[in-house]
């Protein structure tokens, strides 16, 4: 998956229709909340990578995510 | 001494009521995997490895236990699965997987216990282990209480259908059990001291369920039928 691609799947994940960049704040996304975090980690899970609710703290970013995802 | 079958007996409230009924009854406990029951054997209980999923296999293999060791005078199903997935996230294979265990199977456990060869004639009776979110469905777990809310309507019309069998459920409250262990990442410390702060009783045991399900399966429970048991500390109150 280009990085491009998993911006659109991170979008699609949390249902979001703000145009995503890597630079965009998670806090400026109304739907990124504790659901939109379970729906991430189940994303994840799917991709084969595992992690913890913690792993969600201090992010900032959608690039933050990004690199979550990437481990 | 009676036969009973506990059904999903190799952890959590199924292995707790295997534990305590055995010495006074004859205990079959099954579970999937058989190596998971070994250490039940000590206790005289006998370990009968199924998979509750091969549905086609319940009534011949209720059949040939009870041809082999005796008629059973009860079927406690406590097997279960559960999942946390947003209702965004939940496929079909999530509903499908869910329901098989939680509900699909205990009905044709229900109806394989209801033929005459598998019974007693002497107080028969079922019991299902329900859940509080049957009737208090949370987020991320809609699939669970759904599959748990068709169970408590199964119980209520197997209750009118196969009488004079007794067919009832027990709804506990959230416990520490392998499966609620197995998403800690949620069901983490703080969020055990919120149940434990909220329920009037605190946290409960798998050893309460198991007391009341033993009750149910007894001779003191012999009007009961059609009902489903909160259990639960008060926390649904």
Known sequence: ?71 | MDNVLVVGASSGIGRATALRLAGRYRVFAMARRADRLEALTTEGIVPVAFDVTRFDEITPTLKDLAKEYGRFQALIYCAGVQNLKPLRMLKATDLETIFAVNTYAPALFAQAFAARAVHTKENPSMVFVSSIAAQRPEPVILAYSASKAALDNMVKGLAKEVAPIRVNGVAPGFLRTEMTKRFAHVYDEAFVERVEKSYPLGLGSVENVAALIDFLVSDDAAYLTGEIIRIDGGGAL
């Open chain 1, 1 to 71: 998956m280009t990085r491009d691609e998993m911006i659109e799947a991170i979008a699609e994940v949390i249902d979001t229709e703000a145009t995503l960049t890597p630079e965009t704040p998670l806090e400026s996304l109304e739907e990124y909340d504790s659901v939109a975090v379970l729906s991430l980690m189940s994303w994840f899970d799917e991709l084969g990578i595992s992690v913890a609710p913690k792993d969600f703290e201090g992010l900032k970013t959608v690039a933050d995510l990004l690199a979550l995802a990437e481990g």
